[in-house]
T-cell receptor, first 118, second 118 residues
Framework: EPEVTQTPSHQVTQMGQEVILRCVPI?????FYWYRQILGQKVEFLVS????????KSEIFDDQFSVERPDGSNFTLKIRSTKLEDSAMYFC????????????????FGQGTRLTVV | AQKITQTQPGMFVQEKEAVTLDCTYD???????LFWYKQPSSGEMIFLIY??????QNATEGRYSLNFQKARKSANLVISASQLGDSAMYFC???????????????FGKGTKLSVIP
């Protein structure tokens, strides 16, 4: 069964360093997302990406964050200068094309990257 | 205002019994989707079931069913014949219609921690 894969599963970084979280979405999907989950809290939307550009982003997704689809398979989240409060589980998700009534169905999530900023 | 409300922070159920996890939502849109995800202690987000707002029948996927009551804006997850492996956090999420090309985000509830007792 196709799945979203994320690497690494766990990353530890020093405050102020740049990190890149990598994701390989499901191959025929068109929409890509990043979510984060601070430990013990709910999952929060960061950004959605479609047709090689950001389609929507939340307040969390400030200038320190950027996303890229550098080739046909990878989707990356870059945090330019990490802060302690960036420590969280980061989930990549992807979803497929429209259904007939114009609503996409399932978003499939990767297994997450646990980012720890020290 | 919260868009997704899960009022049960924790639930216990005896193995082989059925359990209902509550979810209410708030939207003024006519077209939306409701999802349930399972998050085991390992952290990954596992898609369980989806209900579209126009779907007339309640969604079912194996032991999972969604009790969709549109007028009450509730989308409760029913797990039949609970198994020890069902112990996890369960998140209800809503997707609202597109607000632009490719704009799609899930709004998650705070989750319910289900513990299955042998």
């Amino acid at each position: 069964e196709p799945e979203v894969t994320q690497t690494p599963s766990h990353q530890v970084t020093q405050m102020g360093q740049e990190v890149i979280l990598r994701c390989v979405p499901i191959s025929n999907h068109l929409y890509f997302y990043w979510y984060r989950q601070i430990l013990g809290q709910k999952v929060e939307f960061l950004v959605s990406f479609y047709n090689n550009e950001i389609s929507e982003k939340s307040e969390i997704f400030d200038d320190q964050f950027s996303v890229e689809r550098p080739d046909g398979s990878n989707f990356t989240l870059k945090i330019r200068s990490t802060k302690l409060e960036d420590s969280a589980m980061y989930f990549c998700a992807s979803s497929g094309p429209f259904r007939i009534e114009g609503i996409i169905t399932e978003a499939f999530f990767g297994q997450g990257t646990r980012l720890t900023v020290v | 205002a919260q868009k997704i409300t899960q009022t049960q922070p924790g639930m216990f159920v005896q193995e082989k019994e059925a359990v209902t996890l509550d979810c209410t939502y708030d939207t003024s849109d006519q077209s939306y989707g409701l999802f349930w995800y399972k998050q085991p202690s390992s952290g990954e987000m596992i898609f369980l079931i989806y209900q579209g707002s126009y779907d007339e029948q309640n969604a079912t996927e194996g032991r999972y069913s969604l009790n969709f009551q549109k007028a009450r804006k509730s989308a409760n997850l029913v797990i039949s014949a609970s198994q020890l492996g069902d112990s996890a956090m369960y998140f209800c999420a809503m997707r609202e219609p597109f607000s632009g090309a490719g704009s799609y985000q899930l709004t998650f509830g705070k989750g319910t921690k289900l513990s299955v007792i042998p």
